[in-house]
């Protein structure tokens, strides 16, 4: 065997364990309650901000498993967003989300958004995401 045999081999193993370590670390990392509840708040704040900035009216929809944003015309026409911070969002398996209010939720132009609460859950892990027309927070949910 040559020296470049040698280099080549080593070099093909060391490409297949960078990619079983990267693998394996994927495979570990499952998404949790508490970070799609961090996710839609920010989303919330990031479009509540949207509205305030571009004088826009920005509804806030949400189903089970999935929610989204749309744009609401002059015309009371909703055009759904498809920008990255308000692109819509499917829950990963397992983990649904629970508004108290019937969407879609308006989030105004000058603050005055109506105030909502969201519950993220996947079995025992409870998350609430709280919009108070100005500011989105996520906080783990009080055990009941």
Request: glycine fraction near 10%.
């Amino acid at each position: 065997m040559t020296l470049i045999e040698m280099l080549i081999v080593l070099a093909i193993i060391g490409v297949a364990a960078g990619a079983v370590t990267l693998g394996i670390g994927a495979a570990t990392r499952k998404p949790s309650v508490e970070t799609e509840a961090r996710r839609l708040a920010s989303r919330l704040q990031a479009a509540a901000d949207d509205a305030m900035l571009g004088d826009l009216l920005i509804a806030f929809t949400a189903e089970k498993h999935a929610y989204g944003f749309a744009t609401i015309g002059t015309d009371g026409k909703m055009t759904a967003r498809s920008d990255d911070a308000l692109a819509p969002h499917t829950l990963p398996s397992g983990i649904t989300v629970t508004l108290d209010t019937r969407p879609p939720v308006v989030l105004g132009v000058d603050g005055a958004g109506r105030p909502m609460s969201a519950t993220i859950e996947n079995g025992s892990q409870r998350w609430i995401v709280r919009y108070d027309g100005l500011t989105a927070t996520a906080t783990p949910a009080p055990n009941a």
